[in-house]
């Protein structure tokens, strides 16, 4: 089968959030059961860009109205990544660093959209079928039914993956003379709540819809940012597919960005080696617990809960436990958390930003890892640090609840009903007390270590899918 993933993001090219994870490691296990793997995502200004060998496979012109872009096909020469990786590089609009955050983002993922469709409906023959994800690529379903330059697609199943549904991609119609000409009596398609909304266009017109953890499924029913009763009303064509992690990536017995490699065999030693590293960092004393957040600095993943949070923890705990903050997002909520280094000198830190290597070392070397999130799909966090040996303390949502049951249920994490301070608080707290009994913390660092995370059973599950799909065509 040759299947196409069509995706903003992809690691190691280009990430921002989980999406990058999910696309850099699903078509690689597809490609390891035996499928034709093709990724295709922007040529943005990136150091995987300028460091790889890329050849050029095709070139056009992409129509945006009266715009005229010019754009290329490149492809990785070394399939380094486990699949046929390609590039559509669009000078004008992705030759800069960050993949999201500008004025003409609509333009610019409307413009990837259709040059991907050229390109593809250029090739000697049609892919079996093409997994979009996300609202950047939402309006390709659309384009390959009712655009008429496509029609070589009509036959061509389609799926859209939803890693975030509060993302939509909405717009004016007094930009619909961007998408390449269609019979305008299907314009309705197009529409919700009074604009173009690329993800619902996305979710009514592909063949199949997937989230990214069966809960998260069943919140979308109810919570969508307006786009509910759409997904109700689809719901005879959707699944819940829980994420895996790319074990080969993240493998602490491999992993070269620890200090130290551990296994379940000796993760004591391991893990207190690295946090010993990390301590040293950051100026924490690694003979109390550390408990770490690794993330976007946004509400939706709680961050904004943080800053009392953490304060409040460290004065009920005073001197007795850590607090590492890896992330970025809104600067108020960034400030915030640096503000607290003044009163919390020694047992507490942040690093603003994001980087890769640093949050390896966190998983390694932290003991509490804290997801306090309203809204997590699915989350990769809380994998990684089970698989690390680091105990998440999660809020039961999504695919949180999916992935993490309390120790008090003989489970592997630490879990709370409510995105409030009060419940991270209580939870830091009863952390705090777990640590102190050595034997039962073992215990559940092994339960977590033990758990199956990868892609292998996620993997088949979207062949089956596809399957599906394509014997319905």
Known sequence: MEIFHISAECYPVAKVGGLADVVGALPKYQSKAGHELRVVMPCYETKFRNENDFECVHWGTVKLGSFNFPFSVLKETTDKLGFELYLIEIPELFDR???????????????????????????????????????????????????????????????????????????????????????????????????????????????????????????????????????????????????????????????????????????????????????????????????????????????????????????????????????SGNVNIENQLNSLLVDYKGNYNTFIGYNEELAHLIYAGADFLLMPSRVEPCGLNQMYSLRYGTIPIVRRTGGLQDTVVDFGDDGNGICHNQASVGDICYSIQRAVNLYKDKEHLNKIIKLGMSIDHSWEKASQEYIDMYNLILNKI
């Open 97 to 327: 660093k960050d993949v999201y955050g500008y004025e003409d983002d609509i333009e610019r993922f409307v413009a990837f959209q259709i040059a991907t469709l050229d390109w593809i409906i250029g090739r000697a023959s049609m892919p079996d079928v093409i997994n979009c994800h996300d609202h950047h690529t939402g309006l390709i379903p659309f384009m390959m039914q009712y655009c008429h330059k496509y029609h070589k697609l009509l036959s061509t199943p389609s799926m859209i993956t939803i890693h975030n549904g509060l993302y939509q991609g909405q717009f004016n119609f007094d930009k619909l003379h961007y998408l390449p000409e269609f019979d305008l009596t299907h314009v309705k398609i197009l529409e919700w709540s009074h604009c173009i909304n690329s993800l619902a266009v996305g979710v009514k017109c592909a063949s199949a819809v997937t989230t990214v953890s069966p809960s998260y499924l069943d919140e979308i029913n109810q919570s969508a940012n307006g786009l509910e009763s759409l997904f109700n009303l689809v719901r005879y064509k959707s699944k819940g597919i829980l994420n895996g992690i790319d074990t080969q990536v993240w493998d602490p017995a491999k992993d070269k960005m620890l200090e130290k490699n551990y296994s379940i065999q000796n993760f004591e030693k391991g893990k207190q080696e690295n946090k010993e590293i990390l301590c040293g960092l950051f100026n924490l004393d690694p003979t109390k617990p550390l408990f770490s957040f690794i993330g976007r600095l946004w509400d939706e993943k709680g961050g904004d809960l943080l800053p009392q949070a953490s304060a409040l923890a460290l004065s009920e705990n005073y001197k007795n436990i850590n607090i590492l903050i890896l992330g």
